[in-house]
């Protein structure tokens, strides 16, 4: 086992200030590859996010045959064409990562190829028949561990069918495996979603040229896939992950005087909730030199420190930030009044059981936390003893949101092992120490 690599960050003397950028945006970079694998010719890729997660798809997709290849800041994809991959010669290791392991089973599952995926302690105990009991209506076979979790063994369908399915959680991974392996199957694949989740594949469909159509049906969507379209290489650009920036604008709103710039940023709406969210709780945020690049909204986002107020999170939110409530619990607990955090059973199949963590996070602070069925409520104080060593259970975003806890606590706080940081935000201690933080 890896040594831990503990971390401690304590309250720095002066405000945050500075313009920063964050490395590029997680769940882009992993569908640029997998698109650059797809599709004919060759994908170059800037700003692709450089984190241990991506570079997982990276290996992947070299194990089936894609040619993969950095030239300083651009990533060169030769791809195979559609159902052009070839087996694999060994277990796929997806690491920590679950976005790579359930859209590269759903790539796999309409290639007529067997192969074995595997992860960490943490990916091996995630929930995978989400995506692999629909994706078996195309043809594929699997069999894994109990519960459905990995090592998987797939046995992809020689000739997949189109199918048509109502994805039952809200989840931005099962909706893109189905689509994936929809684009190796003749016809039609139809995908509902009673709630719009990330539709960053979506859009890179499109961009690839494939023919999709989006139909909004209250609250969610239905998209219709035409299959076996050819994919044609294209130019990719990675903006700045909006999941990852949510770290540093939560410690420009916790340590007093902040001013801080973060240029260069994916703002997709159904990526924003956290910005909207801090919006309503009052927090001084605005967007400017709005632009498009590849389909995707982009920005400079400029926050400054200020008082926020407690409010109701409503469960509709979930989705375009489901990635950013431990990082907004730690807002709420300096945040007087009670913040409600509703709808967030999906928080426990993350890489830890994050409702658990986070209120296990908050309380190692001195914070008052309680968990209401799926509701997470935080009871904010002016201030937090700290002086913790937070446990962060191979969870990036709990590393990272203890630490910017620890930048507004009275003593500081450590974590156990901030390794996993190196997953989706590379550099993250620094970037911050830039701003003025103390995390060492
Ligand atoms: C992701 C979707 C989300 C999110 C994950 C990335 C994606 O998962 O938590 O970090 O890139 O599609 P779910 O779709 O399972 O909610």
Redesign the pocket.
């Known amino acids: 086992m890896a040594p831990l690599h503990p971390l401690t960050a304590r309250r720095p003397a002066d405000p945050l200030t500075g313009q920063i950028r964050v490395p590029g945006d997680?769940?882009?970079s992993?569908?640029a590859l997998m698109f650059g694998a797809l599709a004919v010719g060759e994908t170059r890729i800037d700003g692709l996010l450089e984190g241990e997660d991506v570079l997982r798809t990276a290996s992947a997709m070299r194990a089936l045959g894609a040619t993969v290849r950095q030239e300083g800041a651009i990533w060169r994809v030769a791809g195979r064409g559609i159902g052009g991959l070839a087996e694999p010669a060994d277990v796929l290791d997806m690491g920590n990562s679950?976005?790579a392991a359930?859209?590269l089973t759903g790539i796999l599952a309409s290639h007529d190829l067997f192969a074995v995926m595997t992860g960490d302690a943490s990916l091996r105990g995630r929930p995978m028949r989400?995506v692999t009991d629909p994706l078996a209506m195309c043809g594929a076979r699997f069999s894994a561990r109990e519960g459905g979790r990995l090592p998987l063994a797939i046995q992809g369908a020689r000739d997949a069918m189109p199918i048509h399915y109502r994805v039952p959680?809200?989840?931005?991974?099962?909706?893109?495996a189905l689509l994936l392996a929809g684009l190796n199957a003749p016809g039609q694949t139809v995908i509902e979603e009673g709630v719009a989740?990330?539709d960053?594949?979506e859009a890179m469909l499109r961009h690839f040229g494939a023919t999709v159509s989006v139909e909004v049906a209250g609250a969610g969507r239905i998209i219709t896939l035409s299959g076996q379209p050819e994919l044609r290489a294209r130019d990719v650009v990675v903006p700045g992950d909006p999941?990852s920036a949510a770290f540093p604008v939560a410690a420009a709103l916790l340590v007093p005087g902040s001013a801080i710039t973060i240029a260069n940023l994916g703002l997709n709406p159904l990526r924003a909730g956290l910005f909207a969210t801090l919006c309503d709780m009052g927090a001084d945020i605005t967007v400017s030199n709005e632009r498009t690049e590849g389909g995707e909204p982009v920005g400079d986002l400029a926050v400054r420190y200020g008082p926020l107020r407690a409010i109701d999170v409503p469960p509709e939110r979930a989705?375009s930030m489901?990635?950013e409530y431990p990082i907004l619990a730690v807002v709420a607990a300096f945040t007087p009044g009670t913040t409600r955090m509703r709808g967030l059973g999906?928080l426990r199949?993350?890489?830890s059981d994050r409702l658990a963590a986070t209120a296990a996070m908050l309380q190692a602070a001195g914070a008052q936390v309680t968990i209401e069925g799926d509701d997470l409520l935080v009871h904010g104080a002016a201030t937090l003893p700290g002086n913790c060593t937070v446990e962060t259970h191979m969870d990036h975003r709990l590393a990272m949101s203890a630490l910017v806890m620890g930048l507004a606590t009275d003593a500081p706080v450590a974590v156990d092992d901030a390794a996993f940081i190196e997953t989706?935000f590379p550099g993250f201690a620094a970037l911050l120490a830039s701003l003025g933080a103390d995390i060492s």
Do not use: F, M, N, W
């Open positions: 997680k769940s882009i992993h569908r679950g976005t359930r859209l989400r959680v809200a989840s931005a991974q099962v909706k893109s989740t990330r960053h594949t999941s989705p489901i990635d999906e199949v993350k890489e989706s």
